[in-house]
């Protein structure tokens, strides 16, 4: 699976977009970017994939390089309810989400 | 979106007991499920991916003998933590696909269970 580079922590202020990078520079051709969330204590969350094309959800967005070597998940207004652990992941036909560290996101008032 | 389930949501046992631990797809069935464990401050890690009706395949370094899976049905896969030592206190969770699904489909992941072996 390619591996994915994101920052380890990103902060925002409440009702701000916020800008979560992500680095896939060994992506393949068929691999999948999704995005989960985890909130502390809980199962992760699912928030946006793409493939090629920039993708919107009612979550959030999703911007991917035309050279698909790096990605970047929008959150229009941040919410206190955003902050979370953000990762990104490549996912390939073997179906397995490979977790990293993510980004953990704060979210000021 | 789907809604999966994990029973119970915490649970605490003896040393050397086993303990079995339910992921449930609510609302939709799924052929192949996953069980990651969580350690505090780490990240998810996958254990095994658990295929209705089949043999479950375990990742490099996780006990099959320790850790046995269960898919009997399209929407209930078990994980029973067998001998449960206090190393095995994590935190375990579910996720499902929906059978028709590829690469693009997302994954639907349960609420997590806090095991804690004394």
């Known amino acids: 699976d390619a591996k994915t580079t994101q920052p380890n922590s990103m902060e925002s202020n409440e009702e701000e977009p916020v800008h979560l990078p992500c680095n896939h520079s060994?992506?393949?051709?068929?691999?999948?970017i999704h995005w989960y969330r985890q909130l502390p204590s809980q199962g992760p969350e699912y928030v946006i994939h793409g493939l090629t094309s920039n993708v919107n959800n009612r979550m959030a967005s999703l911007a991917i390089a035309e050279d698909r070597k790096s990605s970047t998940l929008i959150l229009h207004r941040a919410t206190l309810r955003d902050a979370a652990v953000y990762y990104c992941i490549a996912l390939s036909s073997n179906y397995k989400l490979t977790f990293g560290k993510g980004t953990l996101l704060t979210v000021n008032p | 979106g789907a809604v999966v389930s994990q029973h119970p949501s915490r649970v605490i046992c003896k040393s050397g007991t086993s303990v079995k631990i339910e992921c449930r797809s609510l609302d939709f069935q799924a052929t192949t499920m996953f069980w990651y464990r969580q350690f505090p401050k780490q990240s998810l890690m996958l254990m095994a991916t658990?295929?209705?009706?089949?043999?479950?395949?375990?990742e490099q370094g996780v006990e099959k003998d320790k850790f046995l899976i269960n898919h009997a049905s399209l929407t209930l896969s078990t994980l029973t933590v067998t001998s449960a030592h206090p190393e095995d206190s994590s935190f375990y969770i579910c996720s499902a696909r929906s059978p028709s699904g590829t690469v693009s489909y997302e994954q639907y992941f349960g609420p997590g269970t806090r095991l804690t072996v004394t």
């Open positions: 060994t992506i393949s051709g068929t691999d999948y």
């Open positions: 658990s295929n209705e009706g089949s043999k479950a395949t375990y």
